[in-house]
Every structure is written in C-alpha cells, then in structure tokens.
C-alpha cells in the first residue's frame, strides 16, 4: 500500500489489487481511515473521522487533487497483475491459461483444502475478481492468481501437542 503523501497526522495512501474503481485515495490517521473519489472529490467510507475532521480531510484532498490523481495513474499503469483467462483441473493439477498466453500449473496438494478434496470438487473450479482469482465454492477456498503462479503456497501448520 503505497504511501502518496503525509500532511500532519495523516497519510494518504492506495491499497494494492482495489480492482476497476475510480481514481480514489485513502487517508489515514491511527486507527481510523477514510476513502474519497478523487473525480470529483467526494467521500466513499469513513471510518472512524467524526464529520468535521472529514470536512478538513476532503479539503486537504480538494487541495491536492491533481497530484493524488497523478499518483494513482502512476501506480495503476506500474501495477501489472497476473490475469488468469481460463481454468480447470487435470490428474490433481490445477491448471491457469494467463492472459499474456503463459500455461500455468501447480499440484493441488500445496493448499491444505485442495489436498484433502475429491477429484470432483477440485475440477470445481471457477475464476473471480476478474481474472485475478481462483474459487472453490464448496470447499470455501479463494487463492490469489498471482500467489499460485509465483510459488507462493501457504505454509504447514506445525501443532505441538
């Protein structure tokens, strides 16, 4: 999450993997955050900020509207993601057709719940998030597209007993 700028107790900042929305920031300050549409400025969520600390926020954002969309154009064109354009199961291999034409597989048995499902559940598989995910309804599993493609499997649990 990339940080655009700090004024006084506030840091404005993007989430990465936010999807297709508009051109946004968020700023934050100790635990509560808020978000605003940059074009025009107006607030999305709030968390925390009583009104008129939001009121002083969204003037801060008017105010430096031009530079936070310059930001957020930068980091959306440096951001390129993983997109998965088709997926399906073969011999416990879960199976990635990219967009950029790349062929993909991992094993199943490197995700604790994809080890431990039929052969029929595995082949269950369906994109989401535009690509950027794969889903298993029924055994309630979501793996980030990009995290399979780079080897980036979730780690054993040790139990000590």
């Known amino acids: 999450m990339p940080t655009v700028m700090r004024i006084g107790p506030y840091r404005f900042h993007f989430y990465s993997r936010e999807g297709n929305e508009p051109p946004h920031i968020h700023v934050a300050r100790e635990d509560m955050e808020s978000k605003f549409w940059l074009r025009p ?3 999305a ?29 930068v980091s959306a064109m440096e951001t390129k993601e993983t997109v998965a354009v088709r997926c399906w199961v073969e011999d416990r291999r879960v199976w990635l057709e990219l967009a950029d ?24 598989v369906t994109l989401g998030v ?3 995910a794969l889903r298993w309804e029924e055994l309630d599993e979501d ?4 995290d399979a493609v780079c080897g ?4 054993a649990l040790l139990l000590v007993t």
């Open 41 to 43: 400025v107006a607030l």
């Open 45 to 73: 969520a709030n968390h925390g900020f009583a009104r008129t600390e939001l009121f002083r926020i969204e003037k801060l954002v008017e105010e430096h509207c031009q530079t936070l969309i310059n930001a957020y154009i």
């Open 101 to 124: 034409q790349r062929l993909v597989s991992f094993p199943a048995s490197k995700y604790p719940l994809l080890a431990k499902a039929s052969q029929r559940l595995l082949e269950k």
């Open 130 to 132: 535009q690509g950027l």
């Open 143 to 146: 793996i980030w597209v990009e």
């Open 152 to 155: 980036r499997f979730p780690h």
